[in-house]
């Protein structure tokens, strides 16, 4: 079992109300994780945190992202 943490603005952190659940796999019912459960205001400050990166985002040229993004998915 591992813990996973909201993403919000590049940082990893504790859901803001500090909850988990468990996450359990469908085939045997094992615990696989416990996730912080992220609450309206974590998912408001996502959303603020993705509109200001938009900008920087539509100004970077199309082979830069594609170049990003590969190196976020290795």
Not at 17 to 32: T, Y
Not at 53 to 72: C, H
Request: glycine content about 6%; some cysteine; overall charge negative.
């Amino acid at each position: 079992t591992f813990l996973t943490r909201v993403q919000i603005n590049g940082e990893h952190r504790d859901g803001s109300a500090g909850a988990e659940f468990a996450v359990h796999c469908p085939s045997d019912g094992r615990e696989l994780a416990q996730v912080a459960d992220a609450t309206v205001d974590d998912a408001l400050m996502a959303v603020e945190a993705a509109a200001a990166a938009a900008d920087g985002w539509k100004n970077t040229s199309p082979r830069d992202r594609a170049e990003m993004l590969r190196r976020a998915y290795e």
